[in-house]
């Protein structure tokens, strides 16, 4: 009895032992459920445009496939200085919308997480493209980049979209019979990001 006793014990402690994952098989395991919900078919980057008459500039930062993500928006102050004016933060299901001038923002949670489902379905931005009803064209380049082209009008406004890998790289508007075309100014594929760029501002009452 004795003997059965402790060979159970045994056995227990080998099961215990053998279940637990160490660090590198857990970041290996996050990585592959981040891998198989991405949002781009690029680990890492980030994405800078101009858009207008140098109106409005946005900075994306992002990781894990896309499920990792932070926007800045800054706007001309018309002296010729962008000012931060708001920052979206996704992290998982969670995402964060923030205002910086009033320091107000709101939190949005979605119990089911992010997932694209990759090139199968478009990445998001395409997906969302086509559920919209907008147009696949031709491809296009936007430098050396070869992105797919979509096309949609609404209220007599006009949007082209060229999305590299479901990340979009140029927009152009037409509206009153003139075309306004966003401009990329960096693009860094696969760049490792400082993950300070991913924290929610501080001192930010949410509502």
């Given at each position: 009895?004795k003997?059965?006793?402790?060979?159970?014990?045994?056995?227990l402690?080998?099961?215990?032992?053998?279940?637990?994952?160490?660090?590198?098989?857990?970041?290996?395991?996050?990585?592959?459920?981040?891998?198989?919900?991405?949002?781009?078919?690029?680990?890492?980057?980030?994405?800078?445009?101009?858009?207008?008459?140098?109106?409005?500039?946005?900075?994306?930062?992002?990781?894990?496939?896309?499920?990792?993500?932070?926007?800045?928006?800054?706007?001309?102050?018309?002296?010729?200085?962008?000012?931060?004016?708001?920052?979206?933060?996704?992290?998982g299901?969670?995402?964060?919308?923030?205002?910086?001038g009033?320091?107000?923002?709101?939190?949005?949670?979605?119990?089911?997480?992010?997932?694209s489902g990759?090139e199968?379905?478009?990445?998001?931005?395409?997906?969302?493209?086509?559920?919209?009803?907008?147009?696949?064209?031709?491809?296009?380049?936007?430098?050396?980049?070869?992105?797919?082209?979509?096309?949609?009008?609404?209220?007599?406004?006009?949007?082209?979209?060229?999305?590299?890998?479901?990340?979009?790289?140029?927009?152009?508007?037409?509206?009153?019979?003139?075309?306004?075309?966003?401009?990329?100014?960096?693009?860094?594929?696969?760049?490792?990001?400082?993950?300070?760029?991913?924290?929610?501002?501080?001192?930010?009452?949410?509502?």
């Open positions: 009895m003997k059965l006793l402790t060979a159970g014990i045994t056995l402690l080998l099961a215990a032992c053998g279940g637990a994952k160490t660090k590198e098989e857990k970041k290996a395991e996050q990585l592959n459920k981040d891998k198989d919900a991405r949002i781009y078919g690029i680990e890492s980057g980030i994405v800078e445009l101009i858009h207008g008459e140098n109106e409005t500039k946005e900075i994306r930062y992002f990781d894990r496939w896309g499920t990792r993500e932070a926007l800045y928006t800054y706007i001309n102050d018309g002296e010729g200085n962008f000012v931060h004016q708001k920052t979206a933060i996704n992290i299901p969670d995402s964060y919308l923030v205002n910086m009033d320091k107000t923002g709101t939190k949005l949670s979605n119990p089911f997480g992010q997932f990759g199968a379905f478009d990445f998001r931005e395409g997906r969302q493209m086509r559920m919209a009803g907008a147009e696949k064209l031709p491809n296009e380049k936007v430098g050396s980049y070869d992105c797919e082209v979509w096309d949609i009008t609404m209220f007599d406004v006009s949007t082209r979209t060229f999305l590299y890998k479901g990340l979009t790289l140029q927009e152009q508007i037409k509206m009153d019979g003139e075309t306004h075309t966003s401009k990329l100014v960096r693009f860094e594929e696969n760049a490792k990001v400082d993950i300070a760029q991913f924290a929610v501002p501080k001192d930010i009452v949410f509502e």
